[in-house]
């Protein structure tokens, strides 16, 4: 069933339950003031019997009344009517309206009182009145289910017509079409949706654009090594080249090349998965700081570079292992592409309500337009075309930031030398 259909279903069901409502109530109403019309009556009527019986002698007397009304006495013989005069004697001692009533003043009867029994509706007046209520009432119904109709397929229609927009694009996005621009109007609601999926549509575009450009750029980093391999081989399976000890050293090292790149992917691809989990915990800055000064020290030795590391936050909260294996790569790369002789420094702070760890090293300064694309998988900057790498270090360690809800900056002059930082929430 549409929505359009639900919509009218539900202003038709609420409206009927509400003509019954309505209709029970003035129903009540009306026999309540019916009932009270009657006892309104009775009382003004005994008032005047009253009246009539404290004054009349033996005559009968006329009876100014705003109704049909006969008095008798204790007797019940008849000593006043609301008719003409000449009228009395004919109606003397027989009832003309319908059964007397008692009258008693404390307690003791005093006489009897005949009312028209005619009913409310039975007066001229009061059936028209009653008359023009239902007119009135069925016009009023009449004209409130019109307007309830359209305003259910106005309501309907501003929802359902976005909403088979939105269908319309999701659609599209499944079968691929990521070009058209959602754009919807109407509700709050819906227009956050439509934001939310124009949203998702920039990104799975952006996605799918990096996907293609990254197939591309794997098939090109891996296609240069395979093929040298391939060669060196096959020049060796032909005899055309001697199978020496440092052609199979270049070979083994396109191997772990080729490893060290298939190794990044698999991390890259754990760490962009929806279903990996970040396990925070407290770290201790200085036993973090140490294990990786030792790990990298024989490597920066070789360059004649030296680590330096200070921490001015005794502790912080995060994915210990995570958060290693980034500053593990900001370090490594710090010592494959700054000056030898120079020192690399590492530290951990805290910025306002963030903790940011850095790493510092003096080298060639990196421009503001590579800056832009240095994080991009496979990205090879100027400086790092010739150097050992996979180009995707920098990659996973924006990725450990993201999953740590931070990001990552970089900032790179001649004076103060490349720092590359790890900012996020201290989760306090």
Not at 69 to 88: K, V
Not at 131 to 136: N, Q
Not at 207 to 221: F, N, P, S, T, V
Request: glycine residues 8%; proline residues 3%.
């Amino acid at each position: 069933m549409t929505l359009v259909k639900k919509t009218f279903l539900v202003f038709s069901l609420s409206f009927l339950i509400q003509i019954l409502l309505v209709g029970t109530l003035i129903t009540f109403g009306f026999n309540r003031s019916m009932g009270q019309w009657e006892r309104i009556r009775q009382e003004e009527s005994a008032s005047i019997v009253k009246e009539v019986l404290s004054l009349s002698e033996d005559e009968s007397v006329f009876i100014d009344a705003p109704w049909p009304i006969m008095i008798f006495d204790a007797n019940q013989q008849m000593i006043g009517s609301s008719q003409a005069p000449r009228a009395m004697g004919r109606m003397a001692g027989r009832n003309a309206f319908g059964d007397m009533m008692p009258v008693r003043s404390q307690g003791e009867l005093i006489g009897y009182y005949s009312i028209n029994v005619d009913e409310f509706k039975d007066d001229i007046a009061n059936e028209a009145l009653f008359s023009s209520m239902l007119r009135i009432s069925f016009v009023a119904f009449a004209v409130s289910l019109l307007i309830s109709l359209l305003a259910a397929y106005l309501f309907s229609r501003s929802i359902s017509k976005p909403a088979d927009i939105l269908s319309s694009h999701l659609r599209d996005m499944s079968e691929g079409n990521l070009e058209q621009e959602v754009s919807v109007t109407g509700d709050a609601e819906l227009v956050g949706v439509g934001t939310s999926v124009e949203t998702l549509r920039r990104r799975m575009k952006h996605e799918q654009g990096l996907r293609a450009q990254w197939g591309q750029d794997i098939a090109h980093d891996l296609r240069t090594p395979v093929a040298s391999l391939t060669s060196q081989v096959e020049g060796m399976a032909d005899t055309v080249l001697k199978p020496t000890p440092q052609r199979f050293e270049m070979m083994l090292k396109e191997l772990k090349r080729i490893e060290s790149l298939i190794g990044d992917l698999e991390t890259l691809m754990k760490l962009e998965s929806p279903e990996i989990r970040v396990e925070k915990d407290t770290i201790y800055s200085e036993a973090l700081l140490s294990d990786l000064k030792e790990m990298f020290t024989s490597l920066a030795v070789t360059k004649s570079m030296t680590i330096s590391v200070h921490s001015e936050v005794s502790e912080f909260t995060g994915d210990e292992s995570l958060l290693a294996r980034a500053l593990g790569n900001l370090i490594m790369n710090a010592i494959l592409y700054g000056d030898e002789h120079t020192e690399i420094g590492v530290l951990v702070a805290e910025e306002g309500d963030e903790v940011v760890l850095s790493v510092r090293n003096r080298g060639p300064v990196i421009s503001p337009e590579e800056s832009e694309k240095i994080f991009e998988r496979l990205y090879r900057g100027e400086f790092a075309r010739n150097a050992p790498g996979t180009g995707l270090g920098l990659t996973i360690v924006s990725q450990i930031a993201s999953l740590h809800e931070g990001h990552v900056s970089l900032t790179s002059d001649k004076k103060e030398g490349t720092r590359f930082s790890i900012s996020f929430p201290t989760g306090h």
